[in-house]
């Protein structure tokens, strides 16, 4: 089973692409609904780490969000919790997807290179588009201009993220052309 790591800045485009993946049967494992996930298993933990962020027990992402962007040690106390999570759980349906003799699997993580995990992989696929673009796409799903500048500056610059590519997927153009795109790279790493 080839194994592929799917990664870009913020707004790139990285779960439209996953979306097209499953159009054409490939698996995606999404690393951010597995740390949802992780966010309800451990509602419990968090709620009493950070009573601020949850409201009659339940966890008030939005308001998680913005606590630990703002305080990197009480990031890193919800990454502690989480992480171990996420990863046991990607290597529990990575595990169960080459047991069913699936001949790719991709494995969806926004903070790939950030987390150092590129060897895991038989390769890197990285979604880029201009930074006017994901501003746009992103601000018009809600987020302010300073919270995308204040995400994207925080991680890894699109360009560094570009030049550890194996593959690169541009979406500067429309969904359309993106489809294609993928469905290009699908064909060259199956081969
Ligand atoms: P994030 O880092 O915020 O999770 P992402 O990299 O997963 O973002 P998407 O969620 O796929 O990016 O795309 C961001 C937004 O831009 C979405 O609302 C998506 O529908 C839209 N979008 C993505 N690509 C295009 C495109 N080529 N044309 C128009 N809209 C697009």
Redesign the pocket.
């Known amino acids: 089973m080839r194994l592929v790591g799917l990664t870009?800045s913020?707004?790139?485009?990285?779960?439209?692409?996953a979306g097209f993946l499953r159009e054409r049967g490939v698996p995606v494992l999404d690393a951010?609904a597995l740390a949802r996930e992780g966010a309800e298993v451990f509602k419990g933990e968090i709620c009493r780490m950070f009573p601020e962020a949850c409201r009659s027990g339940e966890v008030d992402r939005r308001a998680l969000g913005a606590l630990v962007f703002a305080d990197m040690e009480a990031r890193r106390r919800l990454e502690g919790l989480l992480h171990p999570y996420v990863r046991a759980r990607l290597r529990e349906e990575t595990e169960r997807a080459r047991a069913e003799g699936v001949p790719l699997l991709v494995q969806e993580i926004?903070l790939l290179f950030e987390a150092g995990r590129e060897r895991e992989f038989d390769g890197v696929l990285v979604?880029a588009a201009p930074e006017d673009q994901r501003r746009r796409?992103?601000v018009?799903?809600g987020l302010s201009e300073a919270e995308f500048e204040a995400r994207d500056r925080a991680q890894l610059p699109q360009e560094e993220k570009l030049r550890r590519a194996t593959w690169v997927i541009w979406?500067e153009?429309?969904?359309e052309t993106?489809r294609a795109r993928v469905a290009a790279w699908l064909e060259e790493a199956l081969k």
């Open positions: 870009g913020i707004g790139s485009g990285k779960s439209t692409v951010d926004p979604v796409r992103v018009a799903r979406n153009a429309d969904l993106l």
